[in-house]
C-alpha cells in the first residue's frame, strides 16, 4: 500500500528532505508538502512537482507528517492541526528543543511521535539525522523514520534525554566548521594570498581531512600528531590555538548550543 508522506513547513530542512526523497525513489505524487506563503508553495510545485496542500488536508490525508517548522511556531501548527490529525497518524517533528511530550499532549491520545534532528548537509546526502522515539512510537514507526531520513544521509537512534546534546553537535555542527573554514580565509587573506585560493585552499584541506577522519578509521588526535612535525610549522600554530582557548572556547560554545535547546522545549522561545 501507498504511504503518503506530507512535510509541513517546508522550508530550508524541509525541502532538503523532500528532495533526497525524491532521489532516493519516493515519488512525488506521494509527496504533499504544507507552506505558509502561496509562492513558496508555489515554488516547491515547480521544483519538485509536488502537491501543496493545507495542513488540515496533510493532516486529513496523509500516513506521515513530517512537522518542519521553527520550534517557535510549533504550538501554532499544533493547535491547527489537532482537529485534524486521526488516531495513530505518525507524527515525526524535526524541530530542536521540541519534546515528544510537547506534541504528544497537543495531539490525539496515543499519537505515536519520533523527534528527528538532521543537518543541512541533508542537501548533499551527507546529513546524521538523529532519532527518538515518543511514548507511543513503536519499532515499525522507528523504522518508517529511518527510511525516510536515511534517503538524506545516516541515522542514529537515541534516547531523547540525548535529544539536545545531538542538537548541540551534529544539527548545528555544520555551522562551526563553516565559521571556522571563515575565519581560516580570513588568515590566508593575512598571509597575503588572494580570497579566491584562500578559499580553495582551505575548503579542499577540510574536505581531505573530512574524508581522512571518516574513512580512515584513526582517531583524531593521530591524524593531527601526523600533520604536526617536531620543530615544525603545525606545532606553532598549535600553540597559538591552545594560547587562545580555542578548545575550551568549543566546549563552552556547544554547551551553550544544547541549554538553549532546552529552552527552546517550551516552544515559546
Ligand atoms: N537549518 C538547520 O540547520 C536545521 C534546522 N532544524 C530544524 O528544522 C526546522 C526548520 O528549520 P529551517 O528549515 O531552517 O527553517 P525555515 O524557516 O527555512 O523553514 C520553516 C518553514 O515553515 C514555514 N511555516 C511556519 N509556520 C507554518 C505553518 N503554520 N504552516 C505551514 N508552514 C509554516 C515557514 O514559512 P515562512 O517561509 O513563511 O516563514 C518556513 O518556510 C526548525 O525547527 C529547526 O530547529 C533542524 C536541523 C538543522
Ligand atoms: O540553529 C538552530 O536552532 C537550528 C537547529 C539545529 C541547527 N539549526
Same mark, same amino acid.
Request: charged content about 20%; proline content about 4%.
Given at each position: 500500500?501507498?504511504?503518503? /508522506? +506530507?512535510?509541513?513547513? $517546508?522550508? @530550508?530542512?524541509?525541502?532538503?528532505?523532500?528532495?533526497?526523497?525524491?532521489? *532516493?525513489?519516493?515519488?512525488?505524487?506521494?509527496?504533499?508538502?504544507?507552506?505558509?506563503?502561496?509562492?513558496?508553495?508555489?515554488?516547491?510545485?515547480?521544483?519538485?512537482?509536488?502537491? *501543496?496542500?493545507?495542513?488540515?488536508?496533510?493532516?486529513? =490525508?496523509?500516513?506521515?507528517?513530517?512537522?518542519?517548522? @521553527?520550534?517557535?511556531?510549533?504550538?501554532?501548527?499544533?493547535?491547527?492541526?489537532?482537529?485534524? /490529525?486521526?488516531?495513530?497518524?505518525?507524527?515525526?517533528?524535526?524541530?530542536?528543543?521540541? =519534546?515528544?511530550?510537547?506534541?504528544?499532549?497537543?495531539?490525539?491520545?496515543?499519537?505515536?511521535?519520533?523527534?528527528?534532528?538532521?543537518?543541512?548537509?541533508?542537501?548533499?546526502?551527507?546529513?546524521?539525522?538523529?532519532?527518538?522515539?515518543?511514548?507511543?512510537?513503536?519499532? @515499525?514507526?522507528?523504522?518508517? =523514520?529511518?527510511?525516510?531520513?536515511? $534517503?538524506?544521509?545516516?541515522?542514529?537512534?537515541?534516547?531523547?534525554?540525548?535529544?539536545? +546534546?545531538? =542538537? *548541540?553537535?551534529?544539527?548545528?555542527?555544520?555551522? #562551526?566548521? #563553516? #565559521?571556522?573554514?571563515? $575565519?581560516?580565509?580570513?588568515?590566508?587573506? &593575512?598571509?597575503?594570498?588572494?580570497?579566491?585560493?584562500?578559499?580553495?585552499?582551505?575548503?579542499?584541506?577540510?574536505?581531505? $581531512?573530512?574524508?581522512? &577522519?571518516?574513512?580512515?578509521?584513526?582517531?583524531?588526535?593521530?591524524?593531527?600528531?601526523?600533520?604536526?612535525?617536531?620543530?615544525?610549522?603545525?606545532?606553532?600554530?598549535?600553540?597559538?590555538?591552545?594560547?587562545?582557548?580555542?578548545? *575550551?572556547?568549543?566546549?563552552?560554545?556547544?554547551?551553550?548550543?544544547?541549554?538553549?535547546?532546552?529552552? &527552546? +522545549?517550551?516552544?515559546?522561545?
Amino acid at each position: 500500500m501507498t504511504q503518503r /508522506v +506530507a512535510v509541513l513547513g $517546508a522550508g @530550508k530542512i524541509g525541502e532538503a528532505l523532500l528532495s533526497g526523497m525524491i532521489r *532516493a525513489g519516493f515519488s512525488p505524487t506521494d509527496l504533499l508538502v504544507t507552506t505558509r506563503r502561496p509562492e513558496r508553495a508555489e515554488e516547491l510545485r515547480a521544483r519538485h512537482g509536488v502537491e *501543496a496542500v493545507s495542513n488540515a488536508e496533510a493532516a486529513k =490525508t496523509a500516513d506521515t507528517l513530517i512537522l518542519t517548522v @521553527k520550534p517557535q511556531d510549533m504550538g501554532a501548527l499544533l493547535d491547527e492541526l489537532a482537529p485534524h /490529525v486521526p488516531a495513530q497518524r505518525l507524527v515525526i517533528s524535526g524541530a530542536a528543543g521540541i =519534546t515528544t511530550a510537547f506534541i504528544e499532549q497537543r495531539l490525539a491520545e496515543g499519537t505515536p511521535v519520533v523527534r528527528v534532528m538532521t543537518n543541512t548537509p541533508a542537501v548533499v546526502e551527507e546529513a546524521m539525522s538523529v532519532i527518538s522515539a515518543g511514548t507511543h512510537a513503536t519499532e @515499525k514507526h522507528l523504522v518508517h =523514520t529511518e527510511e525516510i531520513f536515511n $534517503a538524506v544521509g545516516k541515522s542514529l537512534r537515541v534516547p531523547e534525554s540525548q535529544q539536545d +546534546a545531538a =542538537t *548541540a553537535l551534529s544539527g548545528s555542527g555544520p555551522a #562551526y566548521f #563553516y #565559521y571556522l573554514v571563515e $575565519a581560516m580565509i580570513d588568515a590566508g587573506i &593575512l598571509l597575503g594570498l588572494p580570497r579566491a585560493q584562500a578559499h580553495d585552499l582551505i575548503v579542499q584541506a577540510a574536505t581531505g $581531512a573530512a574524508v581522512m &577522519l571518516r574513512d580512515s578509521g584513526e582517531h583524531p588526535v593521530r591524524l593531527r600528531e601526523a600533520v604536526t612535525s617536531p620543530a615544525g610549522t603545525t606545532i606553532n600554530a598549535i600553540r597559538e590555538l591552545e594560547k587562545h582557548g580555542v578548545r *575550551a572556547a568549543l566546549i563552552a560554545a556547544l554547551e551553550a548550543a544544547r541549554d538553549r535547546s532546552r529552552e &527552546l +522545549a517550551s516552544g515559546n522561545g
